[in-house]
């Protein structure tokens, strides 16, 4: 499917569905603007707080809506489409974008999409591509962790995910039992730079199930159980490195493997990933690896995008612009919303 380049129709797309407040200015290939507020006040709940979040949301949202237009050089009624994601996430968070976007939809009376979470990261790869093709695609977030077969916009049929933690859930969970800062995902890969990851041969869960499904508790148990055998005052940073890399290594080979399984049965000639944990340069060299020996291409999304931001849901909400999608302003969110 062409993407819309030649109608540079565009977007301003907000993102709440955590705790990072996002919004994004598209016009045609064009990033015009990507804000992001960041909520760093829940570390000390050890948790994302819902309603700290909400409200932090709405502290935010209105300097980052006039910041991004100020540096997009645009006026309101110079947007042709309203966008925001109406789920997954949490649904205090997710009402504040949503309504923004919806007022600001009826108030300059224009279109509102609705845009799904998952779509925004499904489709972060092809930022700037002139084309989207068929495609098997590995998204990877804190929240997350799913296989897609991808035909179009719109047209998605989920392969496989996991039936307990994602993998960056893991890697958050990891990185706390060994006294590592949140997230975990980029201080696990720092250390495991100079570790030994053949040092523990943690397992690799379903690896060889017959599904597409993944699993990850048991790998941070196995951690957890592994750390215990070794005295607090002896963990040095040589043996917190060899966990990181030896963690870091069990989970790259299940994502690599499964996905290219995955790409095989639905004989896919390109790959994507997108995610969080996509950021991962030792998990982004290890795809493109195993891809170019198994002669597929591999597209990832830019690291800037792999992270929750409004950019992908203003890419998401102009696809489905140009695919003739809008929303009414009387949809809801949904907090468990379903990519297929
Ligand atoms: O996509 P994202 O920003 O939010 C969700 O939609 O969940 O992903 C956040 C997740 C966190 O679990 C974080 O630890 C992980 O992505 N992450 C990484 C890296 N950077 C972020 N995991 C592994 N390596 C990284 N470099
Ligand atoms: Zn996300």
Redesign the pocket.
């Known amino acids: 499917m062409r993407l819309p380049y030649n109608c540079a129709v565009t977007i301003l797309a907000l993102e709440t569905?955590?705790d990072e407040t996002a919004v994004a200015i598209l016009r045609g290939t064009d990033l015009l603007a990507s804000e992001i507020a960041s909520q760093t006040q829940h570390e000390a709940y050890g948790g994302v707080v819902p309603e700290v979040a909400s409200r932090s949301h709405l502290l935010h949202a209105p300097r980052l809506l006039e910041h991004a237009l100020e540096i997009a050089g645009l006026a309101l009624d110079e947007i042709d489409a309203f966008a925001a994601t109406s789920g997954p996430g949490l649904a205090s968070s997710l009402m504040i974008g949503a309504s923004i976007a919806k007022g600001l939809a009826v108030g300059m009376g224009k279109p509102y999409l609705a845009v799904n979470?998952?779509e925004?990261?499904l489709l972060s790869p092809f930022f700037g591509s002139d084309e989207i093709e068929r495609n098997v695609s590995l998204i990877v977030?804190?929240?997350?962790t799913l296989l897609v077969e991808v035909r179009g916009v719109n047209e998605y049929r989920v392969l496989g995910r996991t039936v307990d933690d994602a993998a960056g859930e893991a890697f958050d969970k990891v990185a706390k039992l060994l006294g590592l800062g949140y997230p975990g995902g980029p201080e696990i890969e720092k250390r495991a730079v100079d570790g030994n990851a053949a040092r523990f041969d943690f397992p690799r869960s379903m690896l060889d199930s017959g599904d597409h499904n993944f699993s990850f508790s048991g790998l941070k148990t196995a951690v957890r159980y592994r750390l215990a055998g070794f005295e607090t005052n002896h963990r040095d940073a040589g043996l917190v490195a060899d966990f990181c890399a030896s963690f870091q290594q069990a989970v790259i080979d299940v994502l690599v493997k499964k996905t290219l399984r995955a790409a095989r049965s639905c004989r896919a000639k390109l790959v994507t990933m997108s995610?969080?944990v996509s950021c991962n340069q030792a998990l982004r060299d290890a795809m493109s690896q195993a891809c170019r020996r198994a002669e597929l291409r591999l597209l990832t999304a830019a690291p800037g995008l792999c992270?929750?931001n409004a950019a992908m849901i203003a890419l998401a909400a102009a696809l489905r612009f140009r695919a003739g999608f809008r929303s009414e302003v009387t949809q809801e969110i949904d907090p468990n919303l379903a990519l297929a």
Do not use: A, P
């Not at 977030?141 to 997350?144: A, D, F, L, V």
């Open positions: 569905s955590c979470h998952l925004g990261h977030s804190g929240g997350h995610g969080g992270t929750d």
